[in-house]
């Protein structure tokens, strides 16, 4: 008998810890389980949805650059998401749009039909796959510096290029192989229509890369977020978030790439923030992991913000709040995917995280507040990033 109930307090033990580290996670904060949504018209927003123009879709991904008043946008095809989007496993490289671009948005200049103007940036001289000159949008970060002939912008893009023979140029089976992401650094000035490659990190390190933060004190290296670590295909692949073998990585500025933080469950977009911190969140469990960085890259945990929403991607406004695209609802947001055109959209919310004390050295204290929610998702549908513009009040929200 005692060895039965051994058995079983065990067992219930195992039961217990498993509800609470996983299971209460995927119940409650991964699929939203009880979560009542509100509908847009509780917020003090007017709401204004740019669509029908082929050149702004399926961008996933978006940089706010405050000096030059313009937004830049990684945009694609969001048909083509359901063949080419390594990040999540599809991984048909034949199936892949073939005309991702950067387009960049000038805020200030509204035109009269209620978008904005902008460029489609080209790419001239750049290599892309052997040879072709075309880019794989994922994620996009930037800086930008005064020179002397105005602003030097220096963009930062994740680029899912697929897996070639490097002999013949041919498609290799990625689902096999696994996609060969690089992170590509190209330059370019206010009101240009074009920008300039500068350079390609190729390394075993940059496998699964999802977002990145720059350095922006002139050490020119970068964080980015593995999602699924260094598992690009296969039952690791799928079961990375389970297993939480997703990290952040570092990178110097000459191309040399570590693992600097592991054990996590689909990190996201990532964020460096002014006060230093690098903030890290995740879109499979949500919260955000608060690390100190050191100047070889190293990081320390010293903090977790209990924000209990599956989180893509964190960007900050000139007033140093960060803002969280969050997926109250996240299963609806996955079906969406297969048939972006034909399916109901899934809710959205954005929240703002704003460090309190910030100049008090070591305290890490948060005000979490909500900005806006849409329980039906038909004005901000499927969201994946928000940047807010400090200076107008204004929300930029893009989605897949
Ligand atoms: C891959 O994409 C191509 C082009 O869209 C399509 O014809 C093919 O059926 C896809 N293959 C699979 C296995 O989905
Ligand atoms: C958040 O943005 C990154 C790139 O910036 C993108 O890869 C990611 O898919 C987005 N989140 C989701 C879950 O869509
Ligand atoms: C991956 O991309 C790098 C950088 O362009 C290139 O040198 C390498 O040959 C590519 N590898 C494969 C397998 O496509
Ligand atoms: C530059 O920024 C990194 C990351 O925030 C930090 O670790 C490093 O100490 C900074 N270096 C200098 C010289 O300020």
């Excluded at 005064?146 to 602003?151: A, I, K, M, Y």
Aim: hydrophobic letters at 40%; charged letters at 20%.
């Amino acid at each position: 008998m005692p060895s039965k109930l051994i058995i079983f307090s065990l067992l219930s033990a195992f039961v217990a810890l498993l509800y609470q580290t996983l299971l209460r996670d995927v119940l409650f904060a991964t699929m939203g389980l009880g979560r009542t949504l509100q509908s847009v018209s509780d917020f003090p927003y007017k709401c204004h949805r740019i669509h029908g123009d082929p050149n702004i879709q399926a961008c996933e991904d978006m940089w706010l650059d405050e000096a030059s008043r313009t937004l830049f946008l990684a945009c694609s095809d969001p048909v083509a998401r359901r063949d080419w989007m390594p990040n999540i496993h599809r991984l048909n490289a034949s199936g892949r749009a073939l005309h991702d671009h950067v387009v960049a948005l000038n805020i200030d200049n509204p035109t009269s039909e209620g978008g904005f103007t902008y460029r489609v940036l080209e790419t001239p001289g750049f290599s892309g796959v052997q040879g072709d000159g075309r880019i794989h949008v994922v994620g996009i970060t930037g800086t930008s510096l005064p020179s002397e002939d105005g602003l030097e912008i220096l963009l930062w893009l994740v680029n899912a290029r697929p897996s070639v023979d490097v002999e013949t140029g041919e498609l290799l089976d990625n689902a096999v192989v696994g996609p060969n992401l690089t992170i590509d650094v190209f330059t370019t000035k206010p009101d240009t229509d074009s920008m300039k490659h500068i350079k390609t990190f190729a390394d075993p390190q940059i496998a699964t890369p999802n977002n990145i933060a720059v350095t922006k004190n002139g050490s020119g290296g970068f964080f980015f977020t593995n999602d699924h670590g260094a598992h690009k295909v296969g039952w690791q692949h799928h079961l990375s978030p389970v297993l939480a073998t997703g990290d952040v990585s570092y990178c110097s500025a000459d191309g040399v790439c570590k693992r600097v933080a592991s054990g996590l469950r689909f990190p996201n977009g990532l964020h460096l923030g002014s006060d230093g911190l690098l903030y890290v969140p995740s879109a499979a469990v949500g919260g955000i992991t608060v690390y100190q960085p050191s100047s070889d890259g190293t990081l320390k945990k010293v903090h977790y913000i209990d924000l209990n929403y599956p989180i893509d991607n964190l960007s900050e406004d000139a007033n140093g709040d960060i803002f969280a695209a969050a997926m109250p609802k996240v299963l609806k947001g996955m079906t969406g995917f297969d048939d972006p055109l034909n399916t109901p959209p899934a809710p959205a919310t954005v929240w703002r995280v704003r460090r309190l004390n910030r100049d008090v050295k070591e305290k890490y204290q948060y005000e979490l507040t909500k900005v806006i929610e849409d329980a039906t998702g038909e004005v901000l549908p499927s969201m994946t990033t928000v940047i807010h513009d400090a200076l107008t009040g204004r929300l930029f929200m893009s989605g897949e």
